[in-house]
């Protein structure tokens, strides 16, 4: 018996001394499926070859509830976390009538508020956003008549606000309401205080507008990627990745990820590419300047030949899928055809958890990951005869 003791006491020792390095395997729940189609419940998407259209669809959770754009059908979707549909919000010209939920019009009853369909005038749909009031914040584009060139820079995108019914309240632009549409939006964010972030780009310059929740426009920051910051080791070139926002201050985070030129030691000409190294940039509104601290993102340094097809395969840098409301950086990246890396930094780089997610990417036409503001992973799936609803608690991981 004291040697049964003495062996568990061993191994509870060694396993409260493992190195951070252990992985954590996040266990994949499957919450719904989507019938690919045009009713109302049904994902549309058209493939060419095996690729989808241009259009996005974009998913997102809050509260317990997702919200699906769906480009292809222009179409919004919400759903309980046990697939049923609540509420649709769709163009007519796109869609058949629906038939599953009472369809909302001025003249309708005002009892009818849990469950309706509601006619939009969407052109095409693109990123999600709810407010604390529960309030629907969804890109869309202007019709092509009204389009803007401003110095060679379409202005086209505007995001439309809808209350958790359904009801239209007003339409953002670069000033605020009614303000002159954007140009192409690469994403936006809602912060805890209902501040509007929205991260837009043009020809030359990434262009971010940061609003009051009366949408008055507080900040408008416009990054040239000729002075993002550079490397003081080696002439490695800077690019923005991704750019986010601080869910309760007044700070964005850059990715940048560095790459440099390789040449050919026998004839000196340029023939691959190498990524030697990615960056968390934090920069603050108020004093329009980078925090001299960065955080830098562990990788193995990737090569990419320019001209060979058969190159070996080369490491993946990591991808910044989000940050949670409390401040950690989730990062991701895929290993192989079955599984993916996440690393969750906190601000100063140092690593918290570190994950894998398993996936097979065998029949899979499209897959989007997201991150919620509690720091849960969630995506959505798409095949050749349905679409799934998916997440990893990775929200459980005691941050």
């Avoid at 003791?5 to 954590?24: G, H, R």
């Avoid at 690469?186 to 205080?193: A, D, H, P």
Wanted: hydrophobic share 40%.
């Amino acid at each position: 018996m004291k040697d049964i003791l003495l062996f568990i006491s061993i191994v509870c020792i060694l396993y409260s001394c493992a190195p951070q390095d252990t992985f954590v395997h996040l266990k994949r729940e499957d919450l719904f499926d989507l019938a690919i189609g045009k009713m109302e419940d049904q994902l549309h998407f058209f493939i060419q070859g095996d690729t989808p259209i241009s259009r996005k669809n974009t998913l997102l959770y809050d509260d317990g509830l997702f919200y699906l754009a769906n480009g292809p059908a222009s179409k919004l979707m919400e759903f309980t976390r046990f697939g049923e549909l609540t509420l649709l919000l769709y163009q007519p010209a796109n869609n058949p009538e629906p038939v599953m939920l009472p369809k909302i019009t001025e003249s309708a009853s005002k009892e009818i508020l849990t469950r309706r369909a509601v006619a939009v005038p969407f052109q095409n749909i693109g990123s999600i956003g709810i407010d604390t009031f529960k309030n629907i914040y969804i890109e869309d584009q202007i019709a092509t008549k009204d389009y803007r060139d401003e110095n060679g820079t379409i202005l086209r995108k505007i995001i439309r606000r809808y209350d958790r019914y359904g009801n239209a309240l007003d339409i953002i632009g670069r000033e605020g309401i009614n303000g002159t549409p954007f140009s192409y939006i690469r994403n936006f964010t809602i912060t805890e205080n209902n501040n509007l972030v929205v991260v837009t780009q043009t020809k030359s310059n990434f262009v971010i507008y940061w609003f009051s929740p009366e949408m008055k426009l507080l900040y408008e920051l416009v990054l040239d990627p000729e002075l993002l910051p550079r490397k003081d080791t080696d002439p490695s070139l800077p690019t923005l990745d991704t750019i986010f926002p601080d869910f309760r201050e007044n700070k964005l985070y850059l990715m940048l990820t560095y790459f440099q030129y390789g040449q050919d030691t026998s004839t000196k000409i340029v023939n691959r590419i190498i990524h030697s190294e990615s960056r968390i940039y934090t920069f603050d509104l108020k004093t329009q300047s980078y925090a001299s601290q960065f955080v830098s993102i562990p990788a193995e340094t990737a090569s990419y030949d320019l001209f060979s097809k058969d190159s070996p395969a080369s490491p993946t840098p990591y991808t910044l899928l989000g940050i949670s409301e409390n401040g950690y950086f989730y990062l991701l990246k895929m290993r192989n055809n079955t599984s993916y890396q996440l690393l969750v930094l906190n601000d100063q780089g140092n690593i918290f958890k570190k994950a894998r997610l398993f996936i097979d990417n065998t029949d899979v036409i499209f897959l989007d990951f997201y991150l919620s503001r509690d720091g849960l992973i969630y995506a959505l799936i798409g095949e050749r005869t349905q679409a799934r609803i998916t997440w990893w608690r990775s929200d459980q991981l005691g941050l």
